[in-house]
């Protein structure tokens, strides 16, 4: 704490800064809403300020340039209007809590030091000519997150500055009154952190910029490598640096980088809902939020019901002993892994040379084209030209192919058929289409001429008996065409999109005897019992289904054959819990987005999927992506989530990972003991009452799996525990209730009190649920207890039970 004389200066301060700021924004006030109204105007009387006249060329041409005029007016409002609006609103952040933070700096050469606070945004005063506030994302403020009082420096655009730090000094401002003054030392604010990390758990994650520590904030200005690798123990705060990375990159590249061109990977659908709020409570616009089974569903969903991660987990955990378990694990690992990458792409080259399977063109219950014609005409081409490149020119083949078969089609009975059969309204409808192509695509119109002649004839018409049509010869041949060019529309879309290659029969075929794969893909490594590997994702295929581990082969495959989807307009990619990510899918991704920097964050202590990928062994995939050259890596141990007691329960359960606590004291776990089911749900019922008593609003009874969720759901809710909600995959909101919830989807998020239904050696036992225990167990903030009917799992250390 500073001492009273201190304090005075610093609220007289405050006093000034709040005084500047209201003032410009009283002054900024009628400018931004009288901007607004201006473009209204503008935009209403647009076509006013434009005389559009076409008689001559010379008039098209004014009229022209006039509405470029007024586009440029209206845009450079527009652009200023933004401007300002976006002081205004930075101004209106600002006037709560001005800073956070200071320092004093004196740089070497100068003979007086500057005070120089921080905040979410940058204000100057009244003569624009020093800064009373900066903002947090400025190369100066990188200082009071990196440096200690004493010799200091920073990386300023015109090089590297260094002075000296006289102190540093942390502010609790509410409502624009001081509430705490600190001077602080080594990190930021032990107090501070003490204070915030003592409040209970939100709906949705806050912003952190008074607080970030220094390793985060090597995560957050990281901006030279083009991948970023970030292994960093639970409640570590990984997603917290992450966005306020988001929030660094708009501000540092805000020239030319835009929100929508950054996308964040997210686990579930209710993590976006979870962490939506932090960008705009920094004066960013929200980055593109996606998960990955998103982007699989969008390509495969109309064709596959497509598994999802959390149906495959579920598998995993709940069906050990049945038929096939093994053969789906091993498939699972092999389908994740770099090795299967390489296999389709050999067999892609294959393909080249053999093997390729096609849809013939079926039309009214005739094959026009076969597939057999349409693989002569495949492997007729070059064979140097890449796949891909050959697939397009099959396609202008047989895209020429139906314009020759829709001709020959047009004597056909069913032609006849179909115009006897059409009514006048469909004459008129007819002709009206006509009408309306032709003056669309005059240009290109097949047969203007015969359609001019129509069309005379039909305006005579028009304008003399109405609605009697004279169905003459050359009507006739028109209307021909138009119905055979109706019904081939799908047959040329169909064409268009590729339909002509089975890729199905493709991925199938891959899933050939060891001797016929090895042929095809030149794989030495064929994984243990191919056979049944092969046998499950056939059947599967069969029913048009697809494991969540052969979609991204899947998609892979169909991109090798059609052409590669990239997506050049994103610049950063962001990916949490990325440890859920096989090697195959970041393989996908990088290909995916050609022109993005990659930020990975996860923690392999979680890892609960099968195809998991370890973030920081030398030997790491993805270390490899990008080579190490082009790598960085950040390690974060401290966790700031749970308790020191919670933290250092949880760091026994996963002996090998790091994680150290930060110094915030709470109750030990607690181990409860109930004599059976009922009993427990009794027991829990009356805990959540207590924890609610105690101000925890944020509780969670956490489970193994979907169907343990149902099932403390239904028992709780029958001992008579109300306002309970069960979260599912489907859930998309994040609320601060009582929740029941499968640990995978608790990934990512946090709870003041987390209840773990079931800890017995049932449900915890094999070590590949070891992780998923410790997941469940480092969801807890301030308190957690565990409830069993039996022996505890082996994976708590007995010296909590007593
Ligand atoms: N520098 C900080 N200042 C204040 N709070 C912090 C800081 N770093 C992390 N926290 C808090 O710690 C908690 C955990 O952070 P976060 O969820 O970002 O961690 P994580 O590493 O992504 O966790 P996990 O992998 O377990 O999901 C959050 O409540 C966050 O606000």
């Not at 200066?9 to 006030?29: F, M, P, T, Y």
């Not at 600002?94 to 945004?121: C, K, T, W």
């Not at 038929?323 to 389709?344: D, T």
């Not at 139906?402 to 004597?411: A, H, I, P, V």
């Amino acid at each position: 704490m500073v001492n009273a004389m201190e304090w005075q200066q610093e609220q007289k301060r405050l006093d000034l800064v709040i005084e500047g700021l209201h003032s410009k924004i009283a002054e900024l006030e009628p400018e931004v809403a009288g901007l607004h109204d201006q473009l209204a105007d503008i935009r209403k009387r647009f076509w006013e300020e434009v005389t559009v006249n076409t008689s001559t060329d010379e008039d098209f041409e004014e009229t022209f340039y006039s509405i470029k005029q007024q586009e440029a007016l209206l845009s450079e409002r527009e652009r200023s209007h933004r401007q300002r609006m976006q002081r205004w609103k930075s101004m209106k952040r600002l006037l709560p809590s001005p800073y956070f933070g200071r320092m004093d700096f004196q740089e070497d050469g100068l003979s007086f030091d500057e005070q120089i606070y921080i905040g979410v945004a940058s204000f100057v005063d009244a003569d624009g000519m020093s800064f009373l506030v900066y903002d947090w994302r400025t190369p100066i403020a990188s200082m009071y997150y990196d440096c200690s009082p004493g010799v200091s420096g920073y990386e300023a655009p015109s090089g590297q500055i260094t002075g000296t730090m006289m102190m540093k000094r942390q502010y609790q401002i509410r409502d624009g009154q001081l509430h705490n003054v600190f001077d602080t030392s080594l990190t930021i604010g032990d107090e501070l952190l003490q204070q915030v990390l003592g409040k209970g758990a939100d709906s949705q994650m806050k912003s952190i910029v008074a607080t970030i520590q220094k390793e985060q904030n090597a995560i957050i200005r990281n901006d030279k490598s083009r991948m970023l690798i970030v292994q960093g123990a639970a409640g570590s705060g990984k997603t917290s640096a992450a966005l306020q990375r988001v929030a660094y990159l708009l501000y540092k590249h805000r020239d030319r980088l835009k929100a929508d061109q950054i996308v964040l990977f997210s686990p579930n659908p209710m993590f976006n809902s979870y962490v939506s709020t932090v960008l705009p409570e920094l004066g960013e616009e929200n980055m593109q939020q996606t998960t990955f089974q998103e982007y699989l569903s969008y390509w495969l969903a109309s064709t596959f019901r497509l598994e999802d991660p959390f149906e495959q987990i579920e598998y995993v955990l709940t069906t050990t002993s049945s038929q096939g378990y093994e053969a789906r694990l091993k498939g699972i690992q092999y389908k994740a892994s770099e090795a299967f990458l390489h296999a389709i792409q050999s067999y892609a080259l294959w393909l080249g040379t053999e093997g390729m399977l096609f849809r013939g063109v079926r039309f009214r219950d005739r094959e026009l084209i076969t597939a057999e014609q349409v693989k002569l005409q495949f492997y007729s081409y070059d064979s140097s030209i890449r796949l891909a490149n050959r697939v397009v020119l099959l396609r202008e083949w047989l895209l020429r192919e139906l314009t020759s078969l829709e001709r020959q089609e047009q004597e056909a009975h069913w032609v006849q058929d179909e115009l006897d059969y059409l009514d006048n309204e469909q004459y008129a409808d007819a002709y009206s289409m006509l009408i309306k192509k032709y003056r669309q695509e005059e240009a290109v119109f097949d047969f203007t001429k015969q359609y001019l002649e129509a069309y005379g004839d039909f305006r005579d018409k028009e304008q003399g008996e109405e609605n009697v049509f004279d169905f003459n010869m050359q009507e006739e041949e028109l209307l021909r065409r138009m119905v055979v060019k109706e019904n081939f529309k799908p047959l040329r879309r169909d064409a268009k999109r590729f339909k002509f290659i089975d890729v199905i029969g493709l991925y199938d075929q891959l899933f050939s005897d060891a001797t016929v794969y090895r042929k095809m893909t030149n794989e030495t490594a064929i994984p243990e019992l191919w056979p049944e590997i092969c046998r499950q994702t056939k059947e599967k295929l069969s029913r048009l289904e697809l494991f969540y581990e052969d979609a991204t082969p899947f998609l892979y495959l169909q991109e090798l054959v059609e052409g590669a989807r990239t997506n050049t307009e994103v610049r950063h990619l962001f990916i949490d819990e990325g440890q859920d990510y096989s090697p195959f899918q970041y393989l996908f991704l990088k290909r995916l987005f050609p022109r993005a920097r990659m930020t990975v964050l996860g923690d392999f202590g979680q890892a609960i999927f099968t195809q998991a990928t370890n973030l920081h062994e030398a030997d790491s995939p993805l270390i490899r992506l990008y080579g190490e050259d082009e790598t960085s890596l950040i390690r974060l141990v401290r966790s700031y989530r749970s308790t020191r007691e919670i933290v250092e329960f949880t760091r026994l359960i996963l002996p090998g990972e790091e994680i150290v606590p930060f110094e915030r004291s709470g109750r030990k776990p607690c181990l409860l003991r109930a004599g059976n089911n009922q009993e427990r749900a009794k027991r829990i019922i009356e805990d959540l009452v207590a924890l609610k008593a105690e101000g925890f609003d944020s509780i969670a009874v956490i489970t193994k799996t979907e169907a343990e969720s149902r099932e403390a759901y239904d028992a709780l809710m029958t001992q008579g525990c109300d306002a309970l909600k069960l979260i599912t995959k489907d859930t998309l909101t994040f609320e601060k209730v009582t929740t029941v919830i499968p640990a995978y989807l608790a990934k990512g998020v946090e709870f003041d009190a987390v209840l773990i239904y079931d800890a017995s050696s049932q449900t915890y036992y094999r070590e590949s649920e070891r992780k998923l225990f410790y997941t469940a167990c480092t969801r807890a903030m301030h308190r957690l207890l565990l409830y069993t009917t039996g022996d505890w799992t082996p994976f708590i250390q007995t010296d909590f039970l007593g």
